[in-house]
């Protein structure tokens, strides 16, 4: 007996995103469909938040659920494919960690070496731990991210390596697909987009991909869009680059985004706001996701979530709306913030009753 089957891909076919929303990405008979299975990523509902900010609909995006734990394998799997089409024998990027993550681990899959420029000392262990592991060349600049960030695109312009950094319009094009996803699972775009923003590629994209679903007409609106900087590193706030960014939230340490003029036009097309939020509401909404939602996410993506409760507590009236916050990465790149807190006990004896004193129950 014979199988009748579509054209196949490599990996995981119902879900993957090139396949899925092939039409709407710069793709050719070329370009290899190679996956490790990203997108298609849950939206789940809010059980506390959404009541006690008094939104219509709360939803998170759980792009954490990604083959490497955050939202850049979407954009990732659509550039190192499109890098090797055009030729390239090499990846480099410069990354505050998830990007490094994922730009290793696609480039072993079409099997090229990967190159990563990461600021020294400042990326969760995870993260570093994912790019050792799929054997990226890993170098650790006595700099910060902007930093890595020029230095990877001087050393671009003169090797033959494809520079992955959200700079690679191809970035931007696969990470468009988390719009199309959420306005797909909604039915229609939501009322608000709540996102974190470093260097400022991802609002630009899923400000580009609720544009480009409402022209198609396969959504009828486009949401505002509210994204996040923590307050040490918020040049988007300032109208200005920050020299020394400095927050606990490691991913989105970032001075001079590259997407400045992306994540502007974000959100003033979409009469949309870009704030800061404190490290300290940032690690309280990293508790409360956790704690009352069952959600670990990384530092950085509760700044969504800490942004959504600043501008409630600031008076802005959530009343009935649908808003999606976008959760970008795993909490378990990041070990070291979540262990911080002085939960874990010491170790007790390997016997009933003094497990029972330390639990509190006798
Ligand atoms: N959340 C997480 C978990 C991130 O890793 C990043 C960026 C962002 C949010 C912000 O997204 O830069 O598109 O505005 N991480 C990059 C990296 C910079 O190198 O991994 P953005």
């Known amino acids: 007996m014979t199988i009748e089957r579509r054209e196949r891909v490599e990996g995981a076919p119902g879900r993957f995103i090139m396949e899925r929303y092939r039409d709407l990405l710069p793709l050719t008979d070329r370009t290899p469909m190679v996956t490790l299975g990203e997108g298609g990523t849950p939206l789940v509902r809010s059980r506390a938040l959404e009541a006690e900010l008094g939104l219509g609909e709360l939803w998170f995006k759980l792009e954490s659920t990604n083959p490497t734990g955050s939202f850049k394998d979407r954009g990732m799997v659509v550039a190192v494919a499109k890098a090797v089409e055009e030729g390239a024998r090499a990846v480099l990027c410069a990354s505050t960690g998830n990007t490094s993550a994922a730009a290793a681990a696609y480039a072993a899959r079409h099997g090229l070496p990967a190159y990563v420029l990461v600021p020294g000392g400042h990326v969760a262990m995870g993260k570093l731990a994912q790019a ?46 988390a719009a199309f996803e959420i306005a797909d699972d909604l039915g229609d775009a939501p009322d608000l987009l709540a996102i974190p923003v470093g260097n400022a590629g991802n609002i630009t994209a899923y400000w580009a991909g609720f544009v480009e679903y409402r022209h198609r ?12 900087q923590a307050a040490g590193a918020a040049p988007l706030v300032r109208g200005a680059p920050v020299e020394d960014p400095e927050t606990v939230a490691t991913a989105i340490r970032i001075g001079n985004p590259a997407s400045w003029r992306g994540a502007v036009a974000a959100r003033d ?11 300290e509401r940032i690690l309280d909404a990293y508790r409360r996701l956790a704690q009352d939602e069952g959600i670990f996410c990384e530092p950085a993506s509760a700044a969504s979530v800490a942004g959504l409760i600043s501008m409630a507590e600031a008076g802005e009236s959530l009343r009935g709306l649908t808003a999606v916050c976008v959760i970008t990465g795993s909490g378990l790149k990041d070990p070291e913030t979540a262990l911080r807190v002085p939960t874990v006990r010491r170790e007790v004896p390997a016997e009933v009753g003094s497990v029972a004193r330390a639990l509190g129950w006798s």
């Open 217 to 228: 007409e396969r959504s009828l609106r486009t949401p505002r869009m509210w994204g996040f």
């Open 269 to 279: 097309d979409s009469a949309g706001r870009i704030e800061a939020v404190s490290d």
């Open 132 to 177: 050792v592991a799929h054997g990226a060349q890993v170098i650790a600049v006595d700099g910060s991210f902007d930093r890595c960030l020029q230095i990877a695109r001087q050393l671009a312009a003169r090797e033959a390596v494809a520079l992955v950094n959200s700079v690679n319009p191809y970035r931007i094009a696969g990470q468009k697909t």
